[in-house]
């Protein structure tokens, strides 16, 4: 029970490396904010968490009124919060950067990070009512090591890494730690898009190809690793950005 009762809020949790978050915090003794752009999904998720153990939100996280009314909903329901999991996230197919359209562009940065300046002006002053609390950002080895194909969509995650160090700089003082993850391709819908082939085992051979461990990260081992940046055990961890990536990045 490393969370007990703790309160965490996590977007896009209905699915992929955010339900298996919300999965593990849960059974850690968090109090876990299911919020996800798919309501009923995200309904569905708390569901199997158990009665009193979780609640659902139906969240656009580029929308200010949605963050603000999350937020609102953690403390009706469970008095604060402690935790916080930027996670939603979207990309563009891999493709040619002079063929992503403007519409998938803005979408990319208002989803990646937009999303984080939205819930930081939401969360500080409650987290700091509450004396600290753990601010992480989903980001990417895209942002650290971009592949060609998906420039705009590393553009973004570099941004959340970058944010992550100067947000854990200056909120330092309210003791709120500001952390990131950096998962390789993994085993989520995104799938097909970050590669921008049809997911087949000949294709998959070709990403894992570069992945010393041999395989794609799974929603368990970002959870894993999320988990252990919520746990006071990490107090004095700020400002990282951990890469969860089989050894992608050596």
């Given at each position: 029970m490393r969370l007990k009762d703790k309160i965490a809020i996590i977007t896009g949790a209905a699915s992929g490396f955010g339900r298996g978050i919300a999965e593990l915090f849960a059974a850690e003794g968090a109090k876990v904010i299911v919020a996800d752009i798919n309501g009923s999904a995200a309904r569905a998720c708390a569901e199997t968490l158990g009665p009193g153990r979780a609640i659902a939100t139906a969240t656009d996280v580029t929308k200010?009124?949605?963050?603000?009314?999350?937020?609102?909903?953690?403390?009706?329901?469970?008095?604060?919060?402690?935790?916080?999991?930027?996670?939603?996230?979207?990309?563009?197919?891999?493709?040619?950067?002079?063929?992503?359209?403007?519409d998938e562009f803005d979408r990319i940065y208002a989803v990646n990070v937009k999303s984080i300046f939205l819930t930081t002006l939401a969360?500080?002053?409650?987290?700091?009512?509450?004396?600290?609390?753990?601010?992480?950002?989903?980001?990417?080895?895209?942002?650290?090591?971009?592949?060609?194909?998906?420039?705009?969509?590393?553009?973004?995650?570099?941004?959340a890494i970058t944010l992550t160090k100067s947000m854990a700089v200056e909120l330092a003082p309210k003791n709120i730690r500001v952390n990131a993850i950096n998962p390789v391709i993994g085993e989520t819908g995104l799938l097909e898009q970050f590669m921008g082939v049809p997911d087949t085992p000949a294709n998959r051979a070709k990403f894992i190809a570069g992945i010393p461990l041999g395989?794609?990260?799974?929603?368990?081992?970002?959870?894993?690793?999320?988990?252990?940046?919520?746990?006071?055990?990490?107090?004095?961890?700020?400002?990282?950005a951990i890469e969860v990536d089989g050894g992608r990045c050596i």
């Open positions: 200010r009124a949605d963050v603000d009314a999350m937020v609102a909903a953690a403390i009706e329901a469970f008095g604060g919060v402690d935790i916080l999991v930027n996670n939603a996230g979207v990309t563009h197919k891999n493709q040619s950067l002079l063929t992503v359209t403007e969360v500080v002053p409650v987290m700091e009512k509450r004396g600290g609390g753990s601010i992480i950002n989903t980001a990417s080895t895209a942002g650290i090591r971009p592949r060609p194909g998906l420039t705009w969509y590393n553009g973004s995650k570099g941004a395989r794609m990260s799974k929603p368990l081992d970002i959870a894993n690793a999320a988990l252990f940046l919520a746990d006071p055990a990490s107090a004095f961890i700020t400002g990282v």
